[in-house]
């Protein structure tokens, strides 16, 4: 037979009188067609009525060249009777997907969309039927010039399994229906809410009514806003204000598997839209976890089950181990990590197991085994609703029923109630420990004896704003003595309780971070290992929590994957927001995500403070790059493109090093060539100076200005021409001029290691090439002179409270770089960096090879130093206590055995350094001229 093309399994019946008819009444069909017809006839009295019924289409269905499923659709949209013939052909195409089903030709999904498929269908047909019917009676006098849904502004959604096209046997369809209540005017509002109700009422009887000729689809419109309260049909305006205020977790969860079924197609997928941020969160959201389960836990009191003794009338949907839980597992991880990875946004069941996997967000072999498992209960649960078709998800409480299931199966039944018995047990183990992870012991004794005071710290607690709930704290008892146990067990247990005391305090809202450490107790560990070790990480945590989400992600402990693809990354998250600002601050979201994960790697010695500082550097530039896309492209709709070449964004300091620490500030310049344009073309035109000025700012304000998420770094445009009385923006000529003419001895210095971050090629070639020739613009004796009393200057306006600075002061970090771009300057080389630049001093012979291995040592020291000091506290490292961990960790990266050791090296090594760097300078001179 040409329509089933493969029967690798068929329905077992012991009914010789349904066989005999069944051959009698399709006698040119060979043996095994005859035997699935009869065996699916033998297993369901539903099934055997609908082939007596429909003996000749069968016939004609199973032997013509032609789709029946095509051949059904044709046949509605040509009868003048839709009622009846909507329901002929649901008859018909639920025997065609038993066949093909019960044959093995169609696998779940085969089934599911095909059924799918009729139910969005007759939806449309319904909805159009019902517009027609009811504009034809002239009941609404506001409807009388419109024709169609679309005109009225009436679209409906199909929800839950329709959704997803994951439809059963004898599914009801979930819709939800609304209308445009923003174009309505308000004199019209009511009678156009009163048509709107009453043409979904029309849908809802044309599909659900019971007539001779049965029924299409039972119909549910309670997953509606307060459905209660508001009617089958409400406004879209009205609907929207609702989930934005009241919105539930089962809400966001019920929007996944939304999609369009009929009516204005465009104002459902505005609807949609508009909903994406309530569905779809910004940062991992582990609080849906507690409301999954407390569904779940409601379910399961309703059916009265706590433990699977028995399958005897146990609910293959809603029971325990059943395809709720599997479908609850799966979606409260997409509304977890759905709004960080858009991969995860996708309606069907099965699809988002597999897509989870690969993200690593839940194991290969949960998402095979809950697959498996979740294909099975859905074919018996087909089976259970297809005997009678009958809403049914419950098993039968006799042996007679199961053989029935059995038989459907080609099983014997013992072996098929094991099956089951199985598949529910395992879902259970697999998803239980997700929702309800076991609950840690409470140690006896949390810390040593004589630690009285603790305890009134503790007792604080219940007072900070992030307890101040009773859903926060019910979450925190559950894991405060895990977290105190960990506390009581770090190398200074009183440092770390004081340090989670200031964290907690510091903590606007409790109930996410809670919920994340409920669910993934294993971040615990490295929690304390933070607010242990570095109080700049806790503090800055306190008012982040969100940057934990990344930690979860599956490549948190990842290589560094490099600038190129860290812009690629980026882009990708700017290009997935709709406005400017959420572009703004989702830039900001990832920015801090890496900036944390940064400051954890080095803090677990996963990498070198060395490798930490190339991985800030390379962090901004990626950053600044495509912030500058933004930027340009958002200021150019108004002000229209760039006039002239445009403009460069210049780092200039650490940035053009490409060597940052956790708080640098980041040193920018920008030069523009207007080449001669006097004003822009956009809507509105602006003098190009100005254009270019405000063009700097809003780059600054992107950078750090104060928005919802915090900025990462602020930005310091001293460094341009004529500093802060300089224009923010300078126009290439004046550039030269003043860089030709004006400059000191230290602009100069400073440009040796401009980095060119952004802008057009070819202003960038000429702005490099200029800066290189710079090189040769004095002489030797100048440059030297000049830094000579700059450096004077530099050490008499420093205060005693720089003493200990890293940075400030001879033989420190400043005095070694500003000393390595003399070395850079004089040799002409097209290098940069401290360490070429120290070497250049030696090809000149200014220092001698032992003294180049000194500066070098001393300036990588200080810089890991700094680096370290940077992570470990908020204050001057030299000033503050950091505790047994931040202590070993300096120590350690610092080869001294002790604070005092340190500081003592510290002192030995900048002495030494300023010497040989005052060997290298002339005298400074009291009168001279730095220019």
């Not at 093995?104 to 999904?109: C, T």
């Not at 004898?170 to 209540?181: K, P, Q, W």
């Not at 309703?302 to 609850?328: A, C, N």
Request: with cysteine.
């Amino acid at each position: 037979m040409l329509q089933i093309k493969n029967i690798s399994n068929s329905p077992v019946t012991e009914d010789e009188t349904i066989i005999y008819e069944i051959r009698s009444l399709f006698p040119d069909f060979d043996k095994r067609l005859q035997d699935l017809i009869a065996g699916m006839s033998g297993c369901s009295p539903f099934l055997y009525g609908l082939v007596k019924k429909e003996i000749n289409w069968i016939k004609n269905a199973l032997t013509s060249t032609i789709n029946p499923e095509a051949e059904i659709i044709s046949e509605v949209l040509q009868s003048s009777d839709v009622t009846k013939s909507l329901r002929i052909a649901k008859g018909r195409i639920a025997l065609w997907t038993a066949l093909q089903d019960l044959s093995g030709n169609w696998q779940l999904e085969d089934v599911s969309k095909c059924l799918s498929d009729f139910a969005d269908f007759s939806v449309k047909v319904a909805l159009k039927t019902a517009i027609e019917s009811i504009i034809a009676e002239r009941r609404f006098s506001k409807l009388k010039n419109y024709n169609d849904a679309a005109q009225i502004g009436i679209f409906i959604l199909a929800m839950g399994k329709l959704g997803a096209r994951e439809l059963n046997y004898s599914s009801d369809i979930d819709l939800v229906c609304f209308f445009d209540d923003e174009k309505v005017a308000e004199k019209d509002f009511f009678e156009t809410r009163k048509a709107a109700i009453a043409v979904i009422k029309g849908v809802t009887k044309i599909l659900s009514e019971t007539t001779e000729h049965g029924y299409v689809f039972r119909t549910d419109l309670r997953l509606r806003p307060d459905p209660s309260v508001n009617p089958v049909c409400i406004g879209f305006e009205a609907a929207e204000k609702y989930y934005e205020a009241l919105g539930r977790t089962w809400e966001r969860a019920a929007y996944i598997k939304a999609r369009y079924c009929a009516g204005s197609k465009s104002l459902a997928v505005k609807f949609l839209a508009a909903l994406y941020p309530f569905v779809w969160r910004k940062y991992l959201d582990f609080a849906a976890i507690e409301d999954a389960h407390s569904i779940r836990i409601r379910y399961q009191r309703k059916i009265e089950l706590k433990t699977i003794s028995s399958i005897l009338g146990h609910d293959v949907k809603l029971g325990l181990g059943g395809i709720r839980d599997i479908e609850f597992f799966t979606q409260t991880r997409q509304l977890i990590v759905g709004g960080r990875d858009p991969d995860l946004q996708v309606p069907e069941t099965l699809v988002a197991l597999v897509k989870l996997a690969e993200k690593g967000w839940v194991s290969t072999d949960t998402s095979k085994r809950l697959a498996e498992h979740y294909r099975f209960l859905r074919k018996v649960e087909h089976l259970l609703q297809m005997v009678n078709d009958a809403q049914t998800h419950t098993l039968p409480q006799t042996d007679d029923g199961f053989l029935r299931l059995a038989n459907f199966m080609m099983l014997d039944r013992t072996v098929f109630k094991e099956k089951i018995i199985n598949a529910l047990k395992s879902v259970h183990d697999l998803t239980e420990s997700f929702f309800n992870p076991e609950e840690g012991s409470i140690p006896k004794t949390v810390f040593p004896e004589g630690k009285t005071y603790r305890q009134d710290l503790i007792s604080r607690w219940p007072s900070y704003p992030a307890l101040r709930t009773a859903r926060a704290e019910a979450l925190f008892l559950k894991i405060q003595p895990i977290i105190l146990e960990k506390l009581s067990n770090a190398v200074d247990a009183d440092r770390a309780l004081i340090s989670f005391d200031k964290f907690l305090s510091l903590l606007p809202a409790g109930v996410q971070l809670f919920s994340l450490f409920n669910t993934n107790r294993q971040l615990i560990d490295l929690f304390i290992d933070i607010i242990s070790s570095s109080d700049a990480l806790s503090e800055y945590l306190s008012g982040n929590v969100q940057v934990l989400d990344a930690v979860i992600g599956g490549s948190f402990w990842s290589q560094w994957p490099g600038e190129k693809s860290l812009s690629q990354d980026l882009a990708n998250t700017i290009a997935r927001e709709q406005d400017y600002e959420s572009q703004l601050n989702a830039s900001r979201r990832w920015g801090k995500e890496w900036h944390f994960r940064i400051g954890v790697h080095l803090l677990r010695g996963v990498i070198t403070p060395k490798m930490a500082t190339g991985q800030y550097g390379e962090l901004a530039l990626a950053t600044l790059k495509e912030l500058w896309c933004l930027v340009n492209k958002q200021f150019a709709k108004k002000y229209g493109p760039s006039p002239g070449r445009g403009a460069v964004l210049i780092g200039l300091g650490s940035l053009g090093r490409k060597r940052l620490h956790s708080k640098s500030d980041l040193d920018l310049i920008l030069i523009y060539d207007a080449a001669g344009v006097e004003a822009s073309s956009g809507e509105k035109c602006i003098d190009s100076k100005t254009y270019y000025a405000r063009l700097t700012k809003s780059m600054v304000a992107a950078i750090g200005a104060p928005m919802t998420e915090i900025s990462l770094f602020q930005v310091d445009m001293r460094l341009r021409p004529s500093g802060n009385q300089g224009p923010v923006a300078t126009s290439w000529e004046a550039f030269k001029h003043y860089q030709i003419s004006e400059a000191w001895v230290w602009e100069h210095l400073a440009l040796v290691n401009a980095t060119i971050i952004a802008g057009p090629k070819g202003l960038q070639k000429d702005v490099s090439k200029f800066c290189e020739s710079l090189k040769t613009l004095r002489p030797d004796e100048k440059v030297m002179s000049g830094l000579s009393i700059m450096r004077k200057r530099l050490y008499a306006s420093q205060s005693m409270n720089e003493n200990w600075s890293l940075k400030l002061g001879q033989g420190k970090l400043q005095d070694i770089e500003l000393v390595s771009q003399m070395g850079i300057i004089l040799t002409n080389e097209r290098v940069s960096g401290v360490h070429s630049g120290l070497t250049a001093l030696f090809k000149l012979k200014k220092i001698c090879a032992e003294d180049l291995k000194y500066l070098i040592n001393t300036y990588d020291m200080l810089t890991d130093v700094q680096i370290l000091s940077k992570l470990l506290s908020n204050e001057n490292i030299l000033d503050s206590e950091l505790g047994a961990n931040g202590e070993e960790l300096l120590l350690q990266h610092t080869d001294t055995q002790s604070l005092p050791l340190f500081f003592e090296k510290i002192r030995e090594m900048t002495t030494k350094s300023a010497k040989i760097i005052s060997n290298i300078l002339p005298n400074p001179k009291e009168v001279y001229d730095e220019r």
